[in-house]
């Protein structure tokens, strides 16, 4: 079953969208810092490498022998089905571009992106992501987990109620060849390491299909429905705090196009 829904609000997901969409003077921003600051350990060392190695994954569907075998197609995403999964689409516009799957209270939104072919981007939206957040009073504090380097940020929200509040997520993400994945895990999952594994493993299970036709580096890679999805009537309400959205204004809680049932 799914729920169609148009483009909502988010703090956190509009944060990250800015790390997206930024253009290149950002390089130039970076290259001056660099020069003054030649003593410390410069998060730019971790910009511009090439990606890393995928031993368990995400991967490219053309490392697979049978992608499809136990994923949902979402054409530019192939999501693997955990039992007991919604699996949520979200909307920009006329465009499909997320994908989040939501197990019991926890969350992870997926998104890719076209990249350079022989330079990872995940090291400079990190950091983008980061200078954001804590713009806005937010803590974010950057390590090394079972995905790589992500972040763990407390982003301040604005309550239904009005009140102010903090959201808690992980930003994950994975350089591939000419593609960028990212996810932003949500919900218990975000503070309970014993709640994350699942929704890590969905991460490595995920398969990005870029296609060949060109895109320019942090293009969204389009998404479909599946062919056999019904589409409903917008169930509406989120089920968590939610902001000002500037990631491509995508709210990881919002009740979209929806799958309430994998085998």
């Known amino acids: 079953m799914f729920r169609r829904r148009q483009k909502s609000e988010d703090a956190v997901e509009q944060l990250a969208d800015d790390a997206i969409s930024a253009d290149e003077t950002a390089d130039d921003v970076e290259g001056s810092a660099e020069s003054e600051n030649v003593t410390e350990l410069d998060p730019a060392d971790k910009v511009g490498l090439p990606p890393a190695p995928r031993p368990d994954g995400p991967w490219d569907s053309s490392e697979l022998e049978?992608?499809?075998?136990?994923?949902?197609?979402?054409?530019?995403?192939?999501?693997?089905?955990?039992?007991g999964m919604e699996l949520r689409v979200e909307v920009a516009g006329d465009a499909i571009v997320a994908a989040t799957l939501v197990l019991g209270n926890s969350a992870i939104q997926l998104q890719a992106f076209a990249a350079p072919k022989s330079e990872g981007i995940w090291g400079e939206v990190r950091e983008e992501i980061a200078n954001g957040i804590t713009s806005q009073g937010g803590i974010?504090?950057?390590?090394?987990?079972?995905?790589?380097?992500?972040?763990?940020?407390?982003?301040?929200?604005?309550?239904?109620?009005?009140?102010?509040?903090?959201?808690?997520?992980?930003?994950?993400?994975?350089?591939?060849?000419?593609?960028?994945?990212?996810?932003?895990?949500?919900?218990?999952?975000?503070?309970?390491?014993?709640?994350?594994?699942?929704?890590?493993?969905?991460?490595?299970?995920?398969?990005?299909?870029?296609?060949?036709s060109p895109m320019a580096p942090r293009d969204p890679i389009v998404l479909k429905l599946p062919e056999d999805?019904?589409?409903?009537?917008?169930?509406?309400?989120?089920?968590?705090?939610?902001?000002?959205?500037?990631?491509?204004?995508?709210?990881?809680?919002?009740?979209?196009?929806?799958?309430?049932?994998?085998?």
Do not use: K
């Open 66 to 83: 049978n992608p499809e075998e136990g994923r949902v197609d979402l054409g530019g995403l192939l999501v693997p089905g955990v039992e």
């Open 140 to 212: 974010v504090e950057e390590e090394e987990g079972p995905l790589g380097w992500h972040l763990r940020a407390q982003v301040p929200v604005q309550l239904p109620d009005g009140t102010q509040g903090v959201q808690l997520v992980r930003f994950v993400g994975c350089d591939g060849p000419r593609w960028f994945l990212r996810g932003v895990i949500s919900g218990q999952a975000a503070v309970q390491p014993e709640m994350a594994g699942i929704l890590e493993q969905v991460f490595r299970q995920t398969v990005v299909v870029r296609g060949e």
């Open 229 to 263: 999805a019904q589409m409903v009537a917008d169930g509406g309400g989120a089920a968590a705090a939610t902001a000002e959205n500037r990631f491509g204004s995508l709210d990881p809680f919002a009740r979209g196009p929806e799958i309430t049932e994998v085998r």
